[in-house]
């Protein structure tokens, strides 16, 4: 039996950092029929390739669970019409249960119901009621509240945990308040008078500290515990036996002052519920900046309208946006938004497709032309027939594709996360050694009684051996946390992926960023790249200066050519606003031309065969005739009533804003290469206008990749700008294929970089957006790295016999939980980014007609 | 499974966890000099770091192997 491999992304909660990262990894890895796994910290989710034969998505579940995470997993009442029979209880039950996403479903004849325990945001209510539909029965969903979409899922689940941290911090931060004001309360001066001293007693501090380790702190413990028992170690574990060892010699100290761990001068009730206190505002504030680096998708998933007016019958239906099918007549009216893709059958309007496409301007839509979902009808009224819908939609395509880019890794975050994931360990043992070192060398050597902590003026005092190599070693434990390191890279990517798709730029994964970033040279097909890849009138040379005359008579000639020269003389001239007649003889002379005869006039339009066989000279226009050729254009001779009239020539175009793109990309340092099967006088001629220097002619499309292949040979980073059909093989060899003006039909295109847009100037965005990215990414594992790298030798006690001052785990926590939401914060700056085009006013606007139908699916010439 | 894993890997890195502070607990008698609760209290320290250090190490190998038989 064929082996059908899965594609799921399956979302898991309880992540904290990249060590927990690595243990969802191994855990699902360790299943078998699992054939890759990427779990994505940014996005908690794990991106999985599996064959259902041999893993189900229970065992999935079931695996992430025992490795102390959870898959998010919700239930959802139908109400089930129709069924008479055990049969029908299992035909319900299969389809529900073939469902992916769809963990367990049980039926229950008698009361006609069915109980569909599934995993959240894999999929919806109305794909259940759509295979209940299909296997001859009637769905009804109880509740409007489960109808809740993914993306009300995930923003709900977010709002919880910002909930949640934020009322552990309330208790925590304004306990451990009363706590610091009691431990200090020697210290308060005149403020004593009105500070009870009762609650300077140690007991008093121990009995205020114990709510906040056990209420905001017990999430470090069960946690850590849930991960232990499973042979896993996380973030957690560090600050449980953090906040767990300052708690426990605090209670000792406090009820056995004379047990010899320091006395009441080492009860660090405060340090327990500052750190916990400290570590939990760095959940919460993680918590809240970390959406908010997702916003980009979360924007795209609500463009999408809930309902759609359907025309049925004659009847206007209003259904969910979801439940529309193909084919369906869907009116759209002024301010509404688009339910699914479609073409216009009747009316005109302007729609706002800034929302996919980035671009500004409103795009005329009149009968025959596509229209996007979740792009917004401006102006007017019209009726379109639905071509996609569902997940084959544009929209639904580039969501896949941004969340697909968004839970890959980059090559350097998978150096970081390995980092991170045994980082943990590392520090353990670290901690180990620090303890060892000052339990039997350092105190001796170094004890200062008069030492304190860094920003306190607590003494160190009595402390003994043990409570000060403890307390050196918990520090260790707590400064050491990797959450900057594991959170510097997907948190960049997230924002960057989600930024370049405002601009119409769909990055397919972190490795096209990082690469994209690399680049030292960039390669362009030539037609429909860079060209416009259809012949249109550049010059018409008309010696008697009857120019539009000239024109004018090619084009009646011409009207009943179908060759593609003919066809962009005709159109030149109603561009031109020439009044064109139909001629009265037309004959086609193949490989010469054409001879017709209108307004009694015998007009000859063809080569220079054609007038060497009517015995026509044109020895006096010939040396424009060879500057026009020498140009890479055709010139075509027109001669009337057997006298030379002029020529016409006629090229492949530049696109408006080939030669910009290519300057743009000069200027950032890039070699810009042509590639094209055309002969090389031609290509020289476009590259001359473009203002390209390389140009590799007349290479036959099977020989494109082993060209990007020569270029690739230095080393170097190759990029190839292609139209994603004919230039697959190139694409695909080079380090980023970028596939341009591909229209939205986005998935099924080769390349790692997908335009919406055909604006090559998006190149340049591309490349722009992916250099802010890394930069980013650099930028946060550096203070990651620094913080870590400065934080441990601190913490460890190396400084201390020179000043004699410690850093306490409350600090410790604090400086954690900075380093944490600093690199969140440096991310949210890229929300800020905008690509040099933008800046310099450069990119025009929109002409009418905008996003054509040439470029979009099904209509591409 | 699980359990026969858990329970295997509890065999190796419980005694580990023991032993380092165990050797702790002798290093500090050897240098001497420390109150006993002192030479407790680290044993106990050292001795559950090293059960947090072995114990994912311990169960991924012992996990490995079984997979392997």
Known sequence: MAQTIQERSVPVSGMTCASCVAHVERALKELPGISSVIVSLATNKAALKYDPA????????????????????????????????????????????????????????????????????????????????????????????AAADAVDRERTARQDEIRRQGRNLIIAAGVGLVVMIGTFYDMLGPFKAIVPVFLSYKWVIGLLTTPIVLGPGRQFFTNSWRGLKHGVTDMNLLYATGIGAAYGIAVINTLFPTAGFGGEGATFFESAALLTAFIVLGRWLEALTRGRTSEAIRKLMKLQPKVAHVLRAGQEIVLPADEVEVGDLILVRPGEGIPVDGNVVEGYSAVDESMLTGESLPVEKKTGDAVIGGTLNKTGAFKFRAT??????????????????????????????????????????????????????????????????????????????????????????????????????????????????????????????????????????????????????????????????????????????????????????????????????????????????????????????????????????????????????????????????????????????????????????????????????????????????????????????????????????????????????????????????????????????????????????????????????????????????????????????????????????????????????????LKGFMPSIRHSGGRSLQKAGGLQPAHLPGNAV | MEKQIARRSASIYVPIALSTGVLFALAANLVGGYPLVAKLGGAVWVGLLSLIVSMPLVTARVKKHWQGR
């Open chain 1, 388 to 829: 996609k819908v569902g997940k084959e939609t544009a929209l639904a395509q580039i969501i896949k594709l941004v969340e697909d880019a968004q839970a890959s890794k980059a090559p350097i975050q998978k150096l970081a996360d390995w980092v991170a994931g045994h980082f943990i360990l590392g520090v353990h043992v670290l901690a180990v050694l620090v303890f060892i070192f000052w339990f039997f060398a350092g105190y001796r050597a170094f004890f200062n009684p008069g030492s304190s902590f860094i920003l306190s003026p607590y003494k160190l005092g009595e402390i003994g051996v043990f409570g000060f190599s403890l307390l050196l070693s918990v520090t260790v434990l707590v400064i050491s946390c990797p959450c900057a390191v594991g959170l510097a890279t997907p948190s960049a990517m997230m924002a960057g992926t989600g930024k370049a798709a405002e601009y119409g730029v769909l990055f397919k994964g972190a490795e096209a960023i990082e690469y994209a970033s690399q680049l030292q040279a960039i390669v362009f097909d030539k037609t429909g790249t860079l060209t416009r890849g259809e012949p249109s009138v550049t010059d018409v040379v008309a010696p008697g200066g009857k120019a539009a005359e000239l024109l004018r008579l090619a084009a009646i000639a011409e009207r009943n050519s179908e060759h593609p020269l003919g066809e962009a003389i005709v159109r030149e001239a109603l561009a031109r606003g020439l009044d064109l007649a139909d001629a009265d003889v037309f004959d086609s002379i193949p490989g010469r031309g054409i001879v017709a005869r209108a307004e009694g006039k015998a007009i000859l339009l063809g080569n220079r065969k054609l007038m060497r066989d009517h015995n026509i000279d044109f020895s006096s226009l010939m040396p424009q005739a060879e500057q026009l050729e020498a140009d890479g254009k055709t010139a075509m001779f027109i001669a009337v009533d057997q006298t030379p009239a002029g020529l016409v020539a006629v090229a492949d175009t530049l696109k408006e804003f080939s030669a910009e793109a290519v300057e743009r990309l000069h200027r950032m340092g890039l070699e810009v290469v042509m590639i094209t099967g055309d002969n090389r006088r031609t290509a020289e001629a476009i590259a001359r206008q473009v203002g390209i220097d390389r140009v590799l002619a007349e290479v036959l499309p099977q020989d494109k990749a082993n060209e990007v292949k020569k270029l690739q040979a230095p080393g170097r980073k190759v990029a190839m700008v292609g139209d994603g059909v004919n230039d697959a093989p190139a694409l695909a060899q080079a380090e980023v294929g970028i596939a341009i003006g591909s229209g939205t039909d986005v998935a099924k295109e080769t390349g790692d970089v997908i335009l919406i847009k055909d604006d090559i100037r998006d190149v340049v965005v591309a490349i722009e957006v992916a250099k802010a990215t890394m930069r980013k990414v650099r930028q946060n594992l550096f203070w990651a790295f620094v913080y870590n790298t400065l934080g441990i030798p601190l913490a460890a006690g190396l400084f201390y016999p020179l000043v004699s001052v410690i850093i306490s785990p409350e600090l410790a926590g604090l400086l954690m939980a900075v380093s944490s939401v600093t690199v969140t914060l440096n991310t949210l700056l």
């Open chain 1, 54 to 145: 041999q893993v189900s998505l229970a065992d999935i579940r079931r695996a992430v669970d025992d490795a102390g995470y959870t898959v998010p997993s919700d239930e959802l009442v139908l109400d089930v019409r129709g069924m008479t029979c055990a049969s029908c209880v299992a035909h319900v039950e299969g389809a529900l249960n073939e469902l992916p996403g769809v963990l367990k479903a049980s039926v229950n004849l008698g009361i006609g119901t069915a109980h569909v325990q599934y995993v959240a945001g894999m999929v919806t209510g109305n794909q259940m009621k759509r295979a209940v539909h299909e296997v001859g029965y009637e769905a009804l969903e109880r509740g409007a509240a």
